[in-house]
């Protein structure tokens, strides 16, 4: 499958990349837009969603951030 993955990566003139980094983007981006970690995990295959939330920690890590400026935003408002 790399091969012929690879060759159709050439002929579209998209950068050379591993399969397994657009499982990596999926996951990052389905976490990123609102995905729970269970869905995600469940759809990775993974048995242990704590498996998927160490692996993801960077998309998470950005979702916690936005949460607590969404609540600030929305604390500041109530004032």
């Known amino acids: ?19 397994h980094d657009l499982r990596h983007t999926f996951a990052t981006l389905a976490l990123q837009n609102g995905v729970d970690i269970k869905t995600v ?3 990775l295959g993974h048995h242990d969603a704590g498996f ?21 935003s929305f604390m500041t408002q109530m004032m």
């Open 52 to 72: 998927t939330l160490r692996t993801y920690t960077h998309a998470t890590r950005q979702m916690q951030d936005q949460a607590a400026e969404t609540m600030g």
């Open 1 to 19: 499958m790399t091969p012929h993955f690879q060759r159709r990566l050439k002929e579209s003139g998209l950068p050379v990349i591993r399969f």
């Open 41 to 43: 995990s469940s759809m």
